[in-house]
């Protein structure tokens, strides 16, 4: 399998292109082919996760000796997550929902920061690069927590993440400077997000001080969502859920499923039409956007759009307006042509819009979008627990809201399953808002306490935990200085 850019240039290996993140063009990688399901719908349900993710993934990533890969999902998936089924299914009235929020910060970016960081250091030894790997990592939150279970303790890396000192919830903030592991560091940085990114493309940018650190022994590598290594892992769970509906005998081998996904970045949803791409029997894929509805635009008139306001909402790791993964579904609705692609995005740098033609519109009509304002998601939890008791997060009632809308409109007869994305644990004040309006009290483990009762699910170890937790992250630190803070973990 080779990878090049959606932009035209590189024709380098899965492990490369992992290494790599981004190509030096700007475009993102892409297989030259998608390969087809390896095994029989049919047998689907006897396959362990593990076993799953491995037959889904050994096509894309076919540098990788079959040890190699097997040894990186078996310290992915393992006793991280709290559950044997680490992505599994529930039944709520007509609505099944797979639950991705079972790893170590209770958020789906656990599915792919889990597996990512195994990738890259045996991606590195399998091209001989002889450093140790720093990853630098600006959040607003969920991914930051992420990618630091993940890298924490992986033998050939460190990891230092930057967050804005009061940008962040005090559970998110809490996750983080309670770290362990002796590779890990956390800094408050006296700024707001867009400080704390700008800041570190200006680290990975500075030529000297990537020499300095060669010369040292270190380089630079990224976690974020546009890296090959977190897509493919991604579209093992659409398989798995295809496996346990058939399992459950909500479907029969062969039926085709729709799909509904939260969407920010669109990272999530693209695995889904890779899936698709694959051969597993997909309907629809609906794109459920929350008030940044760029994406619900987009798939009605054509136009990408993101000049207009951001609004802050109740499903924060949502509130995006450049959807970044989504460079990769045009460029295959163009028909893999990069010259197009890159134009389309040469406009979007310079406009902040672009507009894609009729026939690749047509070549992407698998997708519907659909959106939920915060009073719909309120009304969406409140109505999910009432009728059943089951209780969702934000994210993932921007998903039920818009699938129950599309099945009022398209009426396909296909089953759906809505891709879970965080537990309600991580949105406790926004959830308790909907399902219990008369509770006042904002303190994060009274929260939990509260939710624990009327969930009837036990709060997650991820959230016991750092009740107690020492806080090991002091570190605060000004703009200017987030170098300094680079170089004196390092050094
Ligand atoms: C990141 C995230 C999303 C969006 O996923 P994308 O792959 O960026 O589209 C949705 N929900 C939650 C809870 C997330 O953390």
Excluded: W
């Amino acid at each position: 399998m080779i990878y090049t850019s959606t932009r035209g240039s590189d024709a380098i290996t899965a492990s490369q292109a992992i290494l790599k993140g981004l190509s030096d063009d700007g475009g993102l990688f892409m297989p030259n082919k998608i390969p087809a399901l390896s095994i029989p719908l049919s047998r689907l349900p006897e396959f362990s996760y593990q076993e799953t993710a491995y037959l889904v993934m050994k096509d894309y990533l076919d540098d990788y000796t079959e040890e190699e890969l097997k040894n990186c999902i078996a310290k992915a998936y393992d006793e991280k997550f709290d559950t044997k089924e680490i992505a599994p299914l529930t039944e709520a009235g007509d609505q099944y929902f797979l639950e991705l929020f079972h790893g170590p910060t209770i958020a789906f970016k656990d599915m792919a920061l889990s597996l990512l960081p195994h990738l890259l250091t045996t991606a590195m030894k399998k091209n001989h690069v002889n450093k140790e790997i720093v990853i630098l990592t600006a959040t607003s939150g969920d991914t930051g927590k992420a990618a630091l279970a993940g890298f924490s303790d992986v033998e050939g890396t460190r990891i230092l993440v930057f967050y804005p000192k009061g940008g962040v919830s005090s559970i998110q903030e809490r996750q983080m400077v309670t770290t362990k592991g002796a590779n890990t560091k956390v800094v408050a940085v006296h700024g707001n997000f867009d400080d704390c990114q700008t800041g570190v493309k200006k680290i990975f940018n500075n030529d000297t001080f990537k020499a300095e650190l060669d010369e040292k022994g270190f380089c630079f590598s990224s976690a974020n969502s546009i890296n090959v290594g977190r897509l493919i892992p991604q579209v093992a769970y659409y398989v798995y859920a295809y496996g346990q509906m058939v399992r459950n005998g909500a479907i029969t081998a062969g039926d085709r499923l729709d799909f509904t996904v939260p969407t920010g970045n669109f990272g999530n949803i693209l695995a889904a039409y890779f899936a698709k791409s694959m051969g597993l029997p997909i309907g629809r894929l609906i794109c459920a956007s929350n008030d940044n509805k760029v994406l619900f635009d987009f798939f009605k008139t054509g136009v990408y759009d993101r000049n207009r306001d951001f609004v802050l909402t109740t499903s924060p790791s949502m509130d995006i307006l450049i959807s970044s993964n989504l460079e990769r579904l045009i460029y295959l609705s163009a028909g893999s042509d990069a010259d197009t692609n890159a134009k389309l995005m040469k406009q979007l740098a310079e406009t902040g819009r672009y507009e894609i033609n009729d026939s690749m519109r047509e070549n992407i009509r698998d997708f519907y979008g659909a959106y939920a304002t915060q009073d719909q998601v309120l009304k969406t939890i409140a109505d999910l627990y009432e009728k059943y008791g089951y209780v969702i997060d934000p994210h993932t009632a921007v998903a039920a809201y818009a699938d129950r809308q599309f099945k009022e409109q398209e009426r396909t007869g296909n089953k759906s399953v809505i891709i879970s994305t965080a537990s309600p644990y991580k949105f406790g004040g926004t959830v308790l808002h909907a399902i219990d309006p008369d509770f006042r009290c904002t303190d994060d483990f009274e929260m939990a306490k509260r939710l624990e009762m009327l969930s009837k699910r036990s709060i997650p170890k991820a959230v016991s935990d750092i009740r107690n937790a020492p806080i090991l992250h002091k570190e605060e630190c000004d703009i200017s200085d987030m170098q300094k803070s680079v170089a004196t973990f390092l050094f």
